[in-house]
Antibody
Framework: DVQLLESGGGLVHPGGSLRLSCAAS????????MSWVRQAPGKGLEWVST????????YCADSVKGRFTISRDNSKNTLYLQLNSLRAEDTAVYYC???????????????WGQGTLVTVSS | EIVMTQSPATLSVSPGERATLSCRAS??????LAWYQQKPGQAPRLLIY???TRATGVPARFSGSGSGTEFTLTISSLQSDDFAVYYC?????????FGQGTKMEIK
């Protein structure tokens, strides 16, 4: 069974930093792109960032560009999201998601973790 | 950015009835569209990809259709387990974008 387990969320002050992790199991991690998707309280889903299976290509939403960095360690089957310069509007549940790809084409998210809550508040 | 617009925002339906949810893209996305179901306190779950292909384990009462800019998710006979929020998502171009969701309520 595919499993994705996020960790690292918590309460942080505006301007602070956090690193989220997503431990993956049940599939060949380095052959799949991985993404982060967030959901503010009571709101809809917002794509944040994607990284290719090998880690050489990354994509990022404009709302987090220059502040958030996606990375992965394929030897540890783990995905990361470094969150810097956090703002109140970054408060959300952050989900990691396994993304189907074919060559250079990126498709849907076929498996999601349970999420980790990041709260940015003074 | 491709804007995804879902309608209606809320749909009140009785169990056993048919439900039709709509999703419109601001420009053509071919069939690069997925539908997800989300229940309170849970992660989203993939229902449909490629606009019309059911994901593994998804009941046959869920069907998707459409191409270009207009898409539909149909639930043929609603069961109590289907009352949730449904999101469409395009993966035709970066940034990936979601619709704002349709909340399915019990009538």
């Amino acid at each position: 069974d595919v499993q994705l387990l996020e960790s690292g969320g918590g309460l942080v002050h505006p301007g602070g930093s956090l690193r989220l992790s997503c431990a993956a199991s049940g599939f060949t991690f380095n052959t799949y792109a991985m993404s982060w998707v967030r959901q503010a309280p009571g709101k809809g889903l917002e794509w944040v960032s994607t990284i290719s299976g090998g880690g050489s290509s990354t994509y990022c939403a404009d709302s987090v560009k220059g502040r958030f960095t996606i990375s992965r360690d394929n030897s540890k089957n783990t995905l990361y999201l470094q969150l810097n310069s956090l703002r109140a509007e970054d408060t959300a549940v952050y989900y990691c998601a396994k993304q189907v790809t074919s060559g250079n084409a990126y498709y849907h998210f076929d498996c999601w973790g349970q999420g980790t809550l990041v709260t940015v508040s003074s | 950015e491709i804007v995804m617009t879902q309608s209606p925002a809320t749909l009140s339906v009785s169990p056993g009835e048919r439900a039709t949810l709509s999703c419109r893209a601001s420009q053509s996305i071919s069939t690069h569209l997925a539908w997800y179901q989300q229940k309170p306190g849970q992660a989203p779950r993939l229902l449909i990809y490629g606009a019309s292909t059911r994901a593994t384990g998804v009941p046959a009462r869920f069907s998707g259709s459409g191409s270009g800019t207009e898409f539909t998710l149909t639930i043929s006979s609603l069961q109590s387990d289907d009352f949730a929020v449904y999101y469409c998502q395009q993966y035709n171009a970066w940034p990936l974008t979601f619709g704002q969701g349709t909340k399915m309520e019990i009538k």
